[in-house]
């Protein structure tokens, strides 16, 4: 089992920059893909970017590609989401989650554990 825990978001106005942190308990941390969702009010969660384990495989929605970039240090059991020229259209919930022992992916339901989210707001 391991717990995540987002921090750092928060109001930025449009072409500004924010950078998430996802801390996760347990001594396994480098053993789990991580993945960043997002979820507007009234709207699907939606897929924004997964890392492997090592951290040397990364994959982007289209929406966000050139945009965010996710990485971790293993060392310290955080992934981090920095989110460069962001748009009102990133405003959402973002929520890091773990799947253990498996590849990236792009779909929420591959991944077993959640966090409760880090707010984000994007102003024009």
């Known amino acids: 089992q391991v717990q995540l825990v987002e921090s750092g978001g928060g109001l930025v106005q449009a072409g500004g920059s924010l950078r998430l942190s996802c801390a996760a308990s347990g001594r396994t941390f480098s053993t789990y893909t991580m993945g960043w969702f997002r979820q507007a009010p009234g709207k699907e969660r939606e897929f924004v970017a997964t890392?492997?384990?090592?951290?040397?495989?990364?994959y982007y929605a289209d929406s966000v590609k050139g945009r965010f970039t996710t990485s971790r240090d293993n060392a310290k059991n955080t992934v981090y989401l920095q989110m460069n020229s962001l748009k009102p259209e990133d405003t959402a919930l973002y929520h890091c989650?773990?799947?253990?022992?498996?590849?990236?992916?792009?779909?929420?339901?591959?991944?077993?554990?959640w966090g409760p989210g880090t707010q984000v707001t994007v102003s024009s």
């Open positions: 989650a773990a799947r253990p022992l498996r590849a990236t992916s792009n779909s929420a339901a591959a991944y077993n554990y």
């Open positions: 890392i492997s384990g090592s951290g040397g495989s990364t």
